[in-house]
């Protein structure tokens, strides 16, 4: 998926991706179009469990390690929140636990996200990057626990 690039290299190509649009109307349009995008997550995981407190919208969330990295997958019943987890899988899967808990991701303010999204949105964007860096978190404590049992 993003081996090859560091996280903020992908950052930076969202930067540029939405500095080709003119009004937040158009930067709208194109978070709805990539939830749209968006794989459908398997009903299977469309448990209590895997769901992110804090988003005004349902929002579903897992994450699977495998090599040292993390690969997420999500879904909601919101198109755009569909487009803003995209964005943030788009940035975060693919990469190790430490290179997650040690992005600042940027891009959401240099794009205008916090302050183009109504509070709610916010609150909740901010709940989809918690739990992604709570996964990071759990799996980079298992994987030092693993190492040390060997």
């Not at 569909?82 to 040690?102: A, D, F, Y």
């Not at 996964?135 to 298992?142: E, K, N």
Request: charged share 30%.
């Amino acid at each position: 998926m993003n081996d090859d690039k560091s996280i903020s290299e992908i950052e930076q190509e969202i930067i540029e991706d939405f500095a080709l649009f003119d009004s937040w109307e158009e930067k709208y349009e194109y978070i709805i179009d990539l939830g749209k995008k968006l794989p459908p997550l398997e009903e299977e995981h469309k448990i209590d469990e895997n769901r992110i407190r804090g988003c005004q919208s349902t929002v579903w969330l897992i994450a699977r390690y495998d090599n040292g990295k993390i690969y997420y997958k999500a879904e909601s019943d919101a198109v755009i929140v569909k487009g803003l987890v995209s964005l943030l899988i788009r940035v975060l899967s693919g990469h190790s636990p430490s290179e997650i808990l040690n992005s600042k991701l940027d891009f959401m303010k240099e794009i205008g996200m916090t302050t183009h999204l109504a509070q709610t949105r916010s609150n909740g964007l901010l709940a989809m990057v918690r739990q992604m860096k709570n996964y990071a978190i759990a799996f980079s404590t298992i994987n030092s626990t693993v190492d040390k049992s060997l």
